[in-house]
């Protein structure tokens, strides 16, 4: 059953006006319209109003407000999430933190950075390095998404294989729950054993428990140098094989980056680079090594070069100056947009041991053959998360709008049965909830319902997400 929310009416939008001021209450249609979309496919849902708060005490205002008059509210960071997370699925309040966007305090002794959510992923980065230290998780949008979404989402990125993703930078998080208090979840230590761990239940829960008001993280000093390699392959699964086989000789690359000859050549043409490719490349793998000391990662450039030779590898490029390092990225991390201005198509964000990277990619190129859909993969090799882009083409709406839908369940049966999962970065939103019982058996998802009715009994929080209705 569908709970039933609230309409705003004129008295509402007077308590939220007299609370921000008018020009933080937005209602004009067009502007509506903006926070009713995210990245995932064309979905469109426009809230009843957007509310830009500015600090804590104003969203617990409004959290109070709402939860009293049974009013949904959609936290919302920069709409780059790719499951829907941030769509007003019942209209309501979208909730934007874009106005929380200072860093509030960069602390050099202690490695740590406190801030606020609306800040953008890459200005933290580099808010830290001018002091020498090092903030890993980069999202491929991290020139726009913001760091509260990475927390809501527990975004990944390419330095994963080496650095882990954002659950592992959280050391404290400022929350507002859906009753209007505010707390902080855990102390600004490296370690703690204090206690449930609501820090780390906040991180990944997709603005479903509260919102995330401030965030404490911690940093790492910045290496001096890296080292870039592009190799391509003359089929789909070598790269594959070939990441096993380095990381077991020891080496560590800070990114291990696959793509295949498709998603190269539509992010050439969309970010309007031009990389050699072989007529016979079918995928490629870009490398990256990081650390303070140039001689030592050359010595391990030698090694990866032999191991993949060993590994059906056609030919590498090692890019030898900061732009060229900039083109090789700039193609893959326009991947998605590229494929989104291609094509309609759904985003599946598949994640198996690493292993078993290449069986997985075998299978989605069948369960593709079985149920008559084409699909672009790419994705953190490293991390055994493969990004797979299912193309509408010419496919018609019904078997867009159900046959596929059978194959994305394989794909993901798939995933269960190699020892992975259905999201390995992108959370599960609302695309992705009608398959959480792929995963999880029903004691498994009431014992989440449940947390989820501790936090919020009358579910208002970012309604109609991860949970299959
Ligand atoms: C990618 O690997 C990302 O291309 C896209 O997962 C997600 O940064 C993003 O928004
Ligand atoms: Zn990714």
């Not at 406190?114 to 991290?142: C, M, W």
Request: with cysteine; hydrophobic share 40%; glycine share 10%.
């Amino acid at each position: 059953m569908k709970p039933a929310y609230t309409k705003l009416n004129h008295d509402h939008l007077q308590f939220f006006t007299a609370l921000l001021g008018e020009s933080n209450v937005l209602v004009n249609e067009e502007e509506k319209q903006k926070y009713g979309r995210d990245y995932t496919e064309d979905f469109l849902f426009v809230p009843e109003v957007v509310l830009l708060p500015q600090n804590a005490s104003e969203i617990s205002e409004i959290l109070k407000y709402c939860n009293n008059q049974r009013v949904a509210v959609t936290p919302r960071g920069a709409g780059t999430g790719l499951s829907g997370g941030a769509l007003p699925l019942y209209g309501g309040v979208v909730l934007s933190t874009e106005k929380l966007n200072h860093i509030l305090a960069i602390d050099e002794d202690n490695f740590q950075v406190t801030t606020e959510p609306g800040v953008i992923n890459d200005e933290l980065r580099r808010a830290v390095e001018a002091k020498g230290l090092f903030y890993p998780p980069d999202p491929a949008s991290k020139g726009s998404c913001f760091i509260g979404g990475n927390l809501a989402e527990n975004s990944g990125g390419p330095k994963a294989v080496k650095y882990g993703v954002t659950k592992d930078y959280v050391l404290n998080l400022e929350v507002v729950l859906p009753n209007g208090e505010i707390m902080w979840t855990g102390a600004n230590v490296l370690k703690n054993s204090t206690g449930y761990n609501l820090t780390q239940l906040l991180v990944g829960s997709e603005g479903t428990l509260g919102v995330i008001t401030k965030v404490v993280l911690k940093l790492l000093g910045k290496p001096k140098t890296d080292l870039l390699m592009m190799a391509s392959f003359g089929d789909l699964v070598s790269p594959c094989v070939a990441v096993s086989r380095l990381l077991n000789a020891g080496i560590t690359p800070s990114a291990l980056e696959y793509m295949e000859r498709n998603a190269v050549e539509w992010s050439m043409r969309y970010a309007d680079v031009s990389l050699e490719l072989e007529n016979d490349m079918q995928s490629i793998l870009l490398i990256e090594l990081d650390g303070n000391d140039g001689e030592i990662l050359m010595r391990e450039c030698e090694q990866i070069y032999e191991i993949l030779e060993a590994n059906k590898c056609l030919n590498v490029l090692l890019a030898d100056t900061a732009a060229e390092k900039e083109r090789l990225w700039k193609v893959r991390r326009i991947c998605g947009e590229a494929v989104h201005a291609h094509s309609v198509y759904k985003e599946e964000d598949t994640v198996v041991p690493r292993f078993q990277l290449p069986v997985l990619l075998q299978k989605v190129k069948e369960i593709g053959a079985k149920y008559g859909f084409e699909s672009v993969c790419y994705g953190h090799a490293g991390d055994g998360n493969l990004h797979v882009n299912i193309l509408k083409g010419e496919l018609d709406d019904e078997a867009w709008n159900h046959t596929v839908k059978h194959g994305i369940r394989e794909i993901f049966e798939t995933c269960h049965q190699l020892g992975g999962t259905i999201s390995g970065e992108h959370g599960i939103g609302l695309v992705q909830k009608e398959y959480l019982d792929v995963v999880f058996n029903s004691a498994q998802i009431q014992l989440m319902k449940g947390i989820k009715q501790v936090f919020d009994p009358h579910g208002i929080l970012n309604p109609g997400k991860i949970f299959p209705d």
